[in-house]
């Protein structure tokens, strides 16, 4: 991201804006409203000097000279009774933005062509590779109490086993070093996929992933034609978890036995499978298909454990296949 605009200096690290065009080059979010331009003008302003992804200037030059074409978006505003325009041009997805043919970036304060720079342009051009679901955002420019307002901290320490810090600060920090969360260039949060869909306090909350609620249908026989209770679980997995395993085990049918003098619980089906099969319908999901949510149904002979999507693999080779590394494993799990 590349920023640019005109600023008056006055005494050291003041600014006074005079008339201000900002330009946001490749920006990955989406201006909604007033208040995240203000915040994010006074966030940029507030810099002491340029860098890589800020440049103070007013001689742009044609537009026009951009390739390949993007999509210009201004937006008004004005701050301490002065006129500022936001210029936002949308992420570049498939190849650099050029400037009159040629590929530019930022080293330090100086621009340089990026083919003198290989390492740069290697890292840019991976840059380009689809970031990962989880890692997208579910809720964009969210204000620090909103986000402890959304997501279950309490939840997320006790999963844990830490104590809840006092300080909102550390939960914040604990939050981004997990890619729950991350700062925005307007000084609030966004919150990613990640983050909701494992530690949210409603997931209807987040309206991309309402739809991935965890679902218990109890039937009373061995069909779909009388239900006995149906049950949503809207937090988010990693707090809902135990809570639906306790749920399906008073459900599943159960009873009393003895042995050496001992009276004990037996389950109609083993705890370690109900377990295991919960987890795998929540992690193992088309986590990007719509219209589906993950789902146990019991009915009076079995239990059906669904979710959007097709096995990575053969049905016919489930047994006797190799199991492969995970990159990322829940900490719930």
Not at 64 to 82: A, G, H, L, Q, V
Not at 139 to 151: A, H
Not at 219 to 232: F, G, M, S
Not at 275 to 285: S, T, Y
């Amino acid at each position: 991201m590349t920023t640019s605009f005109k600023v008056e200096k006055t005494p050291p690290n003041c600014y006074n804006i005079n008339d201000v065009t900002i330009i946001i080059r490749r920006i990955k979010v989406t201006i909604k409203n007033q208040d995240y331009i203000k915040n994010l003008v006074i966030e940029l302003i507030s810099l002491p000097s340029e860098t890589e992804w800020v440049e103070f200037k007013h001689n742009n030059d044609d537009p026009r000279m951009i390739n390949p074409k993007t999509d210009f978006r201004f937006y008004k505003t004005e701050i301490n009774e002065k006129n500022v325009v936001l210029l936002e041009i949308p992420c570049a997805e498939k190849e650099p933005i050029k400037f009159s043919g040629e590929e530019y970036i930022r080293i330090g304060t100086n621009k340089k062509k990026l083919k003198e720079y290989p390492n740069k342009e290697r890292a840019l051009w991976a840059a380009f590779d689809t970031t990962p679901f989880e890692l997208r955002n579910a809720k964009n420019d969210v204000p620090l109490n909103e986000v402890i307002n959304l997501l279950s901290a309490s939840g997320y320490y006790e999963k844990m086993g830490i104590v809840l810090p006092q300080n909102s600060n550390k939960i914040l920090d604990d939050f981004i070093n997990e890619k729950f969360i991350k700062r925005n260039d307007a000084g609030n949060y966004d919150i990613s996929n990640l983050g909701a869909l494992l530690v949210a306090k409603d997931l209807n909350n987040f309206e991309r992933l309402a739809h991935k609620e965890l679902r218990v249908i109890w039937y009373k026989d061995n069909n779909k034609l009388n239900t006995v209770r149906e049950k949503v679980f809207s937090e988010g997995y990693a707090i809902s978890y135990e809570k639906i395993i306790d749920y399906v085990l008073t459900i599943i049918p159960q009873e009393e036995i003895i042995e050496d003098s001992i009276r004990q619980t037996k389950l109609g089906y083993p705890e370690i499978a109900i377990r295991e099969l919960i987890a795998n319908i929540m992690i193992h999901q088309a986590i990007e298909q719509r219209g589906t949510s993950p789902m146990v149904e019991l009915f009076k002979d079995r239990i059906e454990f669904s979710n959007a999507g097709s096995p990575l693999i053969s049905i016919d080779r489930i047994v006797d296949t190799v199991p492969r590394y995970m990159k990322y494993i829940p900490f719930w799990a």
